[in-house]
């Protein structure tokens, strides 16, 4: 009846995450991020399964943890048996706090810092994806001087449209992120490559962009890519044995959103990888993907208190909520869908159309606009559904908001993930 599964309608009418009650919830303070635990691990396992089922098991899921990193997060991607995609100094950081191992890390990012590059290598993280040629010096020098050998991934711009918003598309030519097939950039940077020393190189990566809900872009980088690890193999005698595919599949924002079931893209993308390897005579590549948005984003709900309702004849009618762009930035920084819900009238039709508007002192802070909502008045809760990747990560303290707490549900029983931060919070850092 919802996007997601794990919500519900109880007998009072009120919305559910997780078996407990939004209602209830919202009264330790709005804003409030929850998550449902069993349907962020049945998100994991069904990523793991496939791999399982496609790639008999050789292959690793690894969580884009930008997407919603915290040390508990990061703990249910390990007991699930993934790896984690971490972007920065700090996501390591906390893939190490919470007791991540090191060797199933997988540190991505376009302009990692020395620092950064130096942590990574200290931690012991399993591979580097390399963006550029400058930092494939850098973490060549920073090997040298530890003396290990550092285990890279190659990152390719494989040419490929996305068919999503240009923000978050990332495999075509003009894209800041890694290196061009089609101009030959890649391949002189694989061959140069080899020749640097303390690197290996164990393979190679794409990621086309997010939120996609087609197949067909999937395999055409499958297939591109394969090729590729071919075409290395030809001209240097090397064969590449990861290859890294990627994330970016889409899930339920609205009712209208159509996504494919995820078993659906890597039992094509694994037809395609076959198929190319038995034609160019080699072996299955090591499989990799990175799911992000569609392990945790669907699994969430955010919580706020409806403060007014300005109604503008003619015009529109506002909703007021107590939190906004601070704590989902989406719709200011792409127009997200989102569908929204009166969670204490859930079971009333959803009847008048209104735009939700954050408290942030910009106009363009909305959550949505004309989206259809249930007659709402001041001190009602609304329910924001799919915040779960890219809201609490992308938070920020505008205006000095304060980050919401972050609840965990699982069979009707919540605990605090992430505290809500205090006043004192905000200028721990001031002098
Ligand atoms: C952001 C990102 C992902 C995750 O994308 P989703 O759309 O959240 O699945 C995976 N890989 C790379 C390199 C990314 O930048």
Do not use: W
Not at 140 to 161: F, Q
Not at 389 to 409: G, I, Q, T
Request: charged fraction near 25%; include cysteine.
């Amino acid at each position: 009846m919802f996007v997601s599964d794990c919500l519900n309608v109880n007998e009072k009418g009120h919305l559910t995450i997780g078996g407990c009650d939004t209602v209830e919830l919202a009264k330790r303070g709005t804003p409030i991020i929850v998550y449902d635990e069993n349907e962020i691990r049945k998100n994991c396992r069904a990523f793991v399964k496939s791999i399982e089922e496609n790639y008999d098991g050789k292959g690793r899921v690894i969580y884009a943890s930008k997407s919603f990193s915290c040390l508990e997060m990061v703990r249910i991607c390990n007991q699930e048996n993934m790896g984690l995609d971490v972007v920065s100094g700090g996501e390591i950081y906390t893939a190490l706090k919470a007791g991540f191992p090191a060797e199933r890390i997988y540190f991505h990012g376009n302009n990692k810092s020395y620092e950064e590059l130096s942590e990574a290598l200290n931690a012991g993280v399993g591979r580097i994806m390399v963006d550029n040629l400058t930092e494939l010096e850098t973490i060549s020098e920073l090997a040298k001087e530890k003396n290990v050998k550092a285990n890279i991934i190659l990152r390719i711009k494989p040419g490929i449209d996305a068919h999503t918003h240009d923000f978050v598309k990332t495999g075509q030519i003009d894209s800041k992120f890694g290196l061009a097939l089609e101009t030959g950039e890649a391949m002189e940077a694989v061959k140069h490559i080899l020749t640097v020393d303390n690197i290996e190189l164990c393979g190679v990566h794409c990621h086309i962009g997010s939120q996609i809900f087609d197949i067909e872009p999937f395999e055409h980088a499958a297939e591109v890519m394969v090729k590729f690890i071919a075409d290395i193999k030809s001209e240097t005698g090397y064969e590449i044995k990861e290859l890294d595919l990627g994330g970016g599949f889409g899930i339920k924002y609205k009712e209208s959103d159509k996504p494919n079931p995820y078993d659906s893209y890597m039992k094509a993308a694994s037809k395609v990888v076959k198929a190319e390897c038995k034609k160019y005579g080699l072996e299955v590549p090591f499989i990799i993907i990175e799911p992000g948005r569609s392990i945790a984003g669907a699994t969430a709900v955010t919580l706020y208190t409806v403060g007014s309702v300005k109604e503008i004849p003619g015009i529109r009618t506002y909703v007021a909520i107590d939190g906004g762009m601070s704590d989902n930035p989406r719709y200011i920084l792409y127009q997200a869908d989102y569908e929204v819900v009166c969670a204490n009238k859930a079971s009333e039709e959803r009847t008048k159309k209104v735009t939700v508007a954050g408290k942030c002192c910009e106009s363009g802070d909305l959550i949505q606009e004309d989206t259809m909502l249930q007659e709402v008045e001041a001190g009602d809760i609304v329910a924001v559904l799919s915040t779960g990747a890219y809201n609490y990560s992308m938070a920020s303290n505008y205006n000095k908001l304060r980050k919401p707490e972050v609840l965990m549900v699982k069979d009707g029983v919540a605990r605090t993930i992430i505290k809500r931060e205090t006043y004192e919070d905000l200028i721990k850092n001031e002098i």
